[in-house]
């Protein structure tokens, strides 16, 4: 018998890890859920590490058991940060799991299924009235729904349409990404790093390291992969412009990809790692073939629902990774959004209306604390390993 759910038609727009959590929560509402995703093909996340969060792991907490976090993730046991000639600065035990974007972002799909995931489809514009949301593809699909979430990242499409005066703002710095076998890197760099999320600190710049499963999903310690991601200050202009144009002459706003970034920036990064971090860090960057690039930004919304439509994730709020929370932040919209609808008995514009000012909140708390952590690390120089301010968390330091 079909529940008072099972009549909302839901559009979820962007068929990443944020739309993928809020399909599989509202379908498991009981809502007919289709995702739209604009990519001809499924999605790759070119290595990045995710750290596992508590909202990001709920769905497969709640759908397998902690057996089944454990088949996508790998752990670490200490916090560490190095000093310039790998002595260990600052150990304290702290325990976080990682995966990599890839590895989760396929689990969310094996449980969504591929049905109803439908690629090549790119939103080119809405509308709506009291009853009912249009979208219109480029493809020249038409889809009618009682609910669209806009899940579609930094770039959404839905919130151009909906916020055109809202503009993504350049933090001053870049994030430098890559992974090396743990196979790969020296007995002594290996012993540092396959157990930690570990730091190196330098003259306004900073790297933050850690395990995730191996190029297959290989769990087995010197089997994974050790991600980074290196912060370096590039002025926001043409130096930044000529940085974040890649080998075809395109220039890319939100990521240079592997293999795309200028021959002469990545020599010269590899020159600045021996220079500025530690040995084992200087190591994992310099072992990288194919480092990438993505421009730091900060994107905040003062709206996120607008009648029968919301922006969720970096739709709606796009954080520096500092925390480590923008996974977190768009699986902890979709939940919060599902326990809406079933608190407004599937009302949809009641249910919009009670959700967004606890997430509203929740984005502009998680902003404000990277953007500091940002300056510690960046600018002022005044990052102490001690500082627990610092730390991961969502909705604070290690929650």
Not at 77 to 93: K, Q, V
Not at 99 to 119: I, N
Not at 266 to 284: D, H, T
Not at 292 to 320: C, H, K, N, S
Request: net charge negative.
């Amino acid at each position: 018998m079909m529940n008072e759910y099972g009549r909302l038609r839901v559009a979820v727009v962007g068929g990443s890890m944020g739309g993928l959590t809020a399909a599989l929560v509202l379908r498991e509402l009981g809502c007919q859920v289709d995702v739209y995703e604009r990519s001809p093909e499924l999605l790759d996340g070119r290595g990045a590490g995710v750290v596992l969060q508590p909202d990001t792991v709920r769905w497969f907490q709640e759908h397998g058991g902690i057996a089944a976090v454990e088949k996508v993730s790998t752990g670490s046991s200490m916090l560490r940060y190095l000093g310039p000639g790998n002595e260990i600065i600052h150990d304290e035990p702290s325990t976080w799991r990682f995966t990599s974007w890839t590895a989760t972002y396929r689990a969310l799909l094996d449980d969504f299924g591929t049905e109803r995931y439908h690629l090549r489809e790119h939103v080119a514009g809405l509308d709506q009235d009291a009853d009912q949301v249009t979208l219109r593809f480029v493809s020249g699909r038409r889809v009618h729904a009682d609910l669209v979430v806009f899940a579609d990242g930094i770039s959404s499409t839905g919130r151009r349409r909906l916020l055109p005066e809202v503009r993504a703002q350049y933090s001053g710095y870049v994030g430098w990404r890559g992974t090396v076998l743990e196979s790969e890197v020296s007995k002594e760099t290996f012993e540092l790093l396959h157990d930690s999320l570990a730091y190196s600190v330098g003259p306004s710049t900073h790297i933050c390291m850690y395990p995730i499963p191996g190029p297959a999903g290989e769990l087995e310690i010197g089997k994974r992969h050790l991600n980074y991601v290196w912060y370096r200050n590039v002025a926001e202009g043409p130096e930044l412009d000529e940085l974040l144009t890649d080998k075809r002459g395109f220039p890319c706003a939100v990521s240079v990809h592997p293999g795309m970034v200028q021959d002469r920036y990545v020599e010269e990064l590899r020159a600045a790692a021996r220079e500025l971090l530690a040995p084992a860090a200087a190591e994992i960057v310099e072992r990288t073939e194919e480092p990438f690039i993505q421009p730091v930004l900060d994107i905040e919304v003062p709206r996120m629902a607008f009648g029968r439509v919301v922006l969720t994730g970096d739709a709606a709020f796009a954080a520096r990774p500092h925390a480590a929370a923008g996974t977190a932040k768009a699986a902890a919209d979709a939940w919060a959004l599902a326990a809406a609808l079933r608190e407004a008995g599937g009302d949809v514009v009641s249910a919009l209306e009670k959700w967004e000012p606890g997430q509203l909140e929740l984005g502009r708390s998680l902003l404000s604390r990277v953007r500091a952590m940002g300056t510690r690390y960046q600018v002022d120089g005044t990052a102490d390993p001690r500082d627990r301010s610092l730390r991961f968390g969502l909705y604070g330091p290690d929650r």
